[in-house]
C-alpha cells in the first residue's frame, strides 16, 4: 500500500488524496475560502479569483479550486495579503453591480454582495455603468436574464451543458462585451432549453433569475421561510424548498427552489414542472373541500365523511350488481409511493379486484 501525502494547511500537515485540490482539502477541514465560479458539479474554470492562496515557494497567489495538491505543499489560506486581495477583487466586482442588496434578493441569494460585507469590501469606489447591456425581453414565461448583474463565472453555461446537457445558453461576445445568450439571442424558447431553471439556482449573482409575474410577488429573502417537501408531478421524488413569505405579505409560496446539491437525491435539479408550475396552491379555482352531486344534479360543498361515504356506497353498489371486476382503481402519479400502495390495498383487499392501476406506472 502506497504511503499517504501530506500537505501543510494553515501550518498543520494533513494527508491529501490524489487528484484532490486546495479548496476540496481545505473544505474538509473547516476552512472558508469564497468562490464565485466554483459549483461542486461542474468542471472547474478558475476564473473568478476570489478563492486565491498562499503556496509557499510560488510566487504569485494559487486559486485553490483549480490548484491540484502535491507532496509537501505549504498553504496558507488566510493572512492579510489574501484579505487585501479578496478585499479589492469584490470591491472591482461590485463597481459595476447594482449596489443595493435588496435588488439582487428577487431570484437566488446575491452571494457576491454577501460576500462583499463578508470581507468587509470597500464600498466607496466609483461606480460604472454596466457595459453589457440586458438583452430584449425574452418571451419565455420563466427565465430572464439581467445582464447588468452578471460576473461571467459562467456557472449557468456550464450547468446548462454539462449537468442538463442541453447547451442552450452560452458566453458570447468579446472582451468586455462577453456576455450570456442564447445562438443568435434567439429566445429561450426557440432554443434547446428545457425551461428546468437550474441556471437561476446556479447564479451567485441574481442575473439569472425567476420572471415575473412570480418575482413580483416574491418578498425579498430575508422574509422567506424554506419548507422542505417532496415534489408531486411524478414518482421520482425530486426534494424541493417551498420559500413560503413569513414577513409582511400575506403567507403564500413565492417560489420554489431546489435544496443544495449534495445534500437529497436530486443534487440539487429540479425539472420545469417542480420548479415553476405553482401557482395551483393559491389559485382561486383550487379545491379546498370535497364536493358531491346532489339530486338536482349540482356539485354541493360536503364533509368529507359524507363524500367518502357516498363514494363507498356507489363502489358497493357496483360490486353487489356487476361483480368486483366491474371495478377499477386508477392512481396518480401526484401521490406519493404510500398512498399509491395504500389504493392497491384498497383495491385487492377490500374490493376484491385486481383492478388497479396508476397513470405514471412507477
Ligand atoms: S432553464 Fe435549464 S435548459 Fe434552459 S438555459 Fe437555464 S439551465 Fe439551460
Ligand atoms: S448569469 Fe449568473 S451564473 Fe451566469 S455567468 Fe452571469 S453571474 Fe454567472
Ligand atoms: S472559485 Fe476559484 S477561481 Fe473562481
Sequence with gaps: MSKPKHVTLN???VPFEEGETILTLA????EEIPTLCYEPRLSVV???RTCLVEVKGRGRMMPSCSTLLEEGMDITTTNPRIERHQKALLALYMTDHPQEHESCETGAPCELHQMAADVNAPRDWPHMEPIRQSRPDDRNRFVEF????????????????????VNAITLTGRGAKTTISTTDQISLLDSSCE?????IDVCPTGAMTEKKPHVQQAPPERELEK???TCNYCGVGCQMDLNVSNGTQPRHVA?????????????????VKGRFAYDFISHPDRLKVPLVRGEDGQLHEATWEEALQKAADGLMKVKAEHGADALGFISSSRCTGEENYLVQKLSRAVFTTNNVHQC???
Design 11 to 13: 501550518g498543520q500537515e
Design 27 to 30: 473544505k474538509r477541514h473547516g
Design 46 to 48: 478558475g476564473s473568478c
Design 146 to 165: 439581467i445582464a447588468e448583474k452578471c460576473i461571467l463565472c459562467s456557472r449557468c453555461t456550464r450547468y446548462c451543458d454539462e449537468v442538463e446537457a
Design 195 to 199: 425551461l428546468c431553471g437550474g441556471c
Design 227 to 229: 419548507v422542505r417537501t
Design 255 to 271: 417560489k420554489i427552489t431546489s435544496p443544495p446539491p449534495g445534500t437529497t437525491t436530486n443534487d440539487g435539479n429540479l425539472c
Design 360 to 362: 405514471a406506472a412507477t
